[in-house]
């Protein structure tokens, strides 16, 4: 008996074991380099929930706001400095509301800033410039925010 194909075809079958078995190991490699990057990004996850959390409680919760005149302009402009990350002239909520730049329209929207930083809302912060009390907060905080951590 002629053992020899038998040998032959063992030799194949085992090759392509071994190389199926190489495959395997070096998908599972990369599988464990995936979880422990994963795993990391849950633990930095967790030390910045933490972080926040404790810091949260540093914040004041709520911000009184004054009533507001009753014109609905108001909320709008409002709405329009929440998105805004620099000062806005009149002219500039004029367009946001989508207002005629008509000197009337700037005029009036002038008047209701001025109103607003009356109302301490807003703040001035140059000629015709306006801003939000936070946004002017923040521009004067960020050293004592550097204490929050210690």
């Known amino acids: 008996m002629n053992i020899q194909p038998l040998l032959e075809a063992l030799d194949l079958q085992e090759n392509a074991a071994r190389t199926l078995t190489d495959d395997l190991r070096t998908q599972a490699e990369e599988l464990q380099a995936r979880l422990r990057e994963a795993e990391t990004h849950v633990e930095h996850l967790a030390i910045t929930r933490k972080t926040v959390t404790a810091l949260a409680d540093r914040i004041p919760t709520q911000v009184t706001v004054p009533d507001l005149p009753e014109h609905p302009d108001y909320l709008r402009i409002l709405a329009v400095f929440n998105e805004a990350t ?31 930083v009356k109302l301490d809302i807003l703040t001035e912060a ?14 004067i905080r960020p050293a004592s925010l550097a204490s929050i951590g210690e």
């Open 86 to 116: 620099n000062p806005l002239r009149a002219r500039d909520v004029c367009k946001a509301l989508d207002h005629e730049l008509l000197p009337k329209n700037i005029e009036g929207t002038r008047a209701k800033l001025k109103r607003l």
């Open 126 to 139: 140059g000629a015709g410039s306006f801003t939000t009390k936070q946004v002017a907060d923040r521009a």
